[in-house]
C-alpha cells in the first residue's frame, strides 16, 4: 500500500500543535488546483465566436456543470454553481491525476473526502435552516404516511440524513482505493509471473487502467450530482 | 496449460503479496492520523483559492463569453433574415422591373411594325399610281398606235399591191382604184383583219 502513504516534502512546519508540513498529498492538491486554474484561464481569456480548441473544453465543462446542476436542484441553486463547478473538477482533476503511475491520489484518502462531505453537509443544512427555518425539519417527516408508522420513518429519515456525509465521502474515498489497490495486485501479478504468464493479468491491467478513469471521472460526477441533490433538497423542500 | 500456470501463480501471488503488504505498513496508511491536520490544512487552502479564483475571476469571464457568442450568433440570424427579405423584395422588384421592360419592348416593336407597314402601304400606294399612270399611258399609245395602224396597213396594203400587180402583170395601176378596192376590202372584212 505504498501508494497510499503521505509522507513529507521539505521542512517539518508546525502550527502550534498541529503538524501542518507539506506533504505528496499537498502537492497533488496543488497541481490539480493549478492545472485547473491554468486550463480555465486559458480556456476563457480570448473569446472567439468558434472556439479553439481549449476555450471549447473550458465551455463545454462550463455548460455541461451547468446543465447538471439546473436539471437536478433547478434554478435556484444558481448562485452556488461556482462552489459545485470547482468542487466538481477538484475532485476529477485529483481523479485523473492519481491515474498517472507513480503519483498520489488525493481523493484516496478518507480524511480529504470526508472534510469535503462534511462541509457540503453542513453547509446544505445551513442553507436549508436559514431558507425555511425550522420548517427544514419537514423534510424527515415525508407526506402521506400512516401515523403508526410516522416515529419509525421519522428516525429512519433522520438516520439517512445523517449518514450522507459518511456515504458520500465513503463511495468517494473506496473507489478510489479500491481501483488502485487492484491495479497494484495486477501489477504484481504480473511481475511474479514473468514473461510467461504476465500477458493475461497485463492486459487485464491494461483494461483495468481504462476502468479507472472511467470510476475517476463518475465518482467525480456522481460527488457532484449528490451535492447538487442534497442542495435541491435544502432548496425546494417537498418530500 | 495457461489456465494452469495462471491459477498456481494466483495462489503463490496470494501469499507473496500478503506476505509483501504485511512487510510494507501495519495497515491502511489511510487510518494512520499523523499527517490528517495537514492534508486538512491544505485541501481547505487549496481548494479555498481554487474556489475564489474561479468564481470570481474565470467563472464570470466563461459566462459572459457564452453570453455573447449566443447573442452574436442570435443577432447574426437577425441580420441574415433581414438580408433574406430585402433581397426578396429586390428580386419582386427586379420581377416588376423585367416585366414592365418586356411590355415596353412589345409596344416598340408593334409601334416599329405599324410604321414600317404604313410606309410600307404608302410607297406601296404611290408606285401602284405611278405603275397605273404608265399603264395607262401605254394603253394611250396602244390606242393611238392601234387606230393609227389600219390606214398604214392599207396603205402598206395599197404600196404592195401595186408593186406585185407591176412585177406581174408589168402595167400600171392606178393607184386610186387599188386604195378603192382595199377601202372596199377593209369595210367587207376589216372586222377579220383586226380583231374587233
Redesign the interface.
Known amino acids: 500500500?505504498?501508494q497510499?502513504?503521505?509522507y513529507?516534502i521539505g521542512p517539518e512546519i508546525k502550527v502550534g500543535a498541529?503538524?501542518?508540513?507539506?506533504?505528496n498529498?499537498?502537492l497533488f492538491?496543488?497541481i490539480?488546483?493549478l492545472a485547473?486554474?491554468i486550463i480555465?484561464?486559458l480556456?476563457?481569456k480570448k473569446?472567439s465566436?468558434l472556439p479553439n480548441k481549449i476555450?471549447l473544453l473550458?465551455?463545454l465543462s462550463?455548460?455541461f456543470v451547468s446543465k447538471m446542476i439546473s436539471d437536478t436542484a433547478g434554478s435556484k441553486a444558481k448562485p452556488y454553481?461556482?462552489?459545485i463547478?470547482?468542487l466538481f473538477?477538484?475532485v476529477l482533476f485529483c481523479n485523473m491525476f492519481g491515474m498517472i503511475p507513480y503519483t498520489f491520489t488525493?481523493t484516496?484518502?478518507?480524511?480529504?473526502t470526508f472534510?469535503?462531505a462534511a462541509f457540503i453537509f453542513i453547509g446544505v443544512t445551513v442553507i436549508g435552516f436559514i431558507k425555511h427555518g425550522f420548517g427544514y425539519l419537514k423534510l424527515f417527516v415525508p407526506g402521506g404516511v400512516p401515523i403508526v408508522l410516522l416515529p419509525l420513518i421519522v428516525v429512519i429519515e433522520i438516520i439517512s440524513y445523517l449518514s450522507r456525509p459518511i456515504s458520500l465521502s465513503v463511495r468517494l474515498?473506496a473507489n478510489m482505493?479500491a481501483g488502485h489497490t487492484m491495479m497494484k495486485?495486477f501489477g504484481?501479478?504480473v511481475v511474479?509471473?514473468g514473461i510467461?504468464?504476465g500477458w493475461?493479468p497485463l492486459s487485464f491491467s491494461v483494461a483495468l487502467t481504462g476502468l479507472e478513469i472511467l470510476v475517476a471521472f463518475l465518482q467525480a460526477y456522481v460527488f457532484a450530482i449528490l451535492t447538487c441533490i442534497y442542495l435541491n433538497d435544502a432548496l425546494n423542500l417537498h418530500h | 496449460m495457461?489456465k494452469k500456470?495462471?491459477l498456481y501463480?494466483?495462489i503463490?501471488?496470494f501469499f507473496?503479496?500478503k506476505k509483501?503488504?504485511a512487510a510494507?505498513?501495519g495497515g491502511?496508511?489511510?487510518?494512520?492520523p499523523?499527517?490528517?491536520?495537514?492534508?486538512?490544512?491544505?485541501?481547505?487552502l487549496?481548494?479555498g483559492?481554487?474556489?475564489i479564483?474561479?468564481?470570481k475571476?474565470?467563472?464570470p469571464?466563461?459566462?459572459?463569453?457564452?453570453e455573447?457568442?449566443k447573442s452574436?450568433?442570435q443577432e447574426n440570424i437577425e441580420a441574415a433574415e433581414k438580408q433574406r427579405e430585402s433581397s426578396e423584395a429586390k428580386l419582386k422588384e427586379f420581377d416588376g422591373i423585367i416585366l414592365k421592360s418586356k411590355i415596353e419592348a412589345k409596344n416598340i416593336f408593334k409601334d416599329a411594325r405599324e410604321k414600317v407597314i404604313k410606309n410600307i402601304n404608302s410607297k406601296k400606294e404611290i408606285l401602284d399610281k405611278q405603275i397605273d399612270d404608265e399603264i395607262k399611258k401605254a394603253e394611250i399609245e396602244i390606242d393611238t398606235l392601234r387606230q393609227s395602224a389600219p390606214e398604214k396597213i392599207n396603205k402598206i396594203a395599197v404600196v404592195t399591191s401595186t408593186e406585185i400587180l407591176k412585177k406581174l402583170i408589168g402595167a400600171e395601176v392606178n393607184n386610186s382604184s387599188i386604195s378603192a378596192i382595199v377601202d372596199d376590202l377593209v369595210k367587207k372584212n376589216g372586222d377579220r383583219y383586226y380583231g374587233h
Do not use: C
Open positions: 500500500m505504498t497510499f502513504e503521505v513529507r498541529f503538524d501542518i508540513s507539506f506533504t498529498a499537498s492538491m496543488v490539480s488546483s485547473i486554474l480555465f484561464n480556456g476563457s473569446n465566436i476555450q473550458a465551455e462550463y455548460s454553481f461556482s462552489f463547478f470547482s473538477m477538484f488525493v484516496s484518502h478518507i480524511i480529504v472534510i469535503l474515498f482505493m495486485v504484481g501479478f511474479s509471473l510467461v504468464g493475461l | 495457461f500456470i495462471f501463480s494466483l503463490a501471488n507473496f503479496t509483501t503488504f510494507e505498513s491502511m496508511p489511510q487510518l494512520n499523523e499527517f490528517w491536520i495537514s492534508q486538512i490544512f491544505w485541501l481547505v487549496t481548494f483559492v481554487l474556489y479564483v474561479l468564481s475571476l474565470i467563472l469571464k466563461i459566462s459572459a463569453n457564452l455573447l457568442r452574436q450568433i
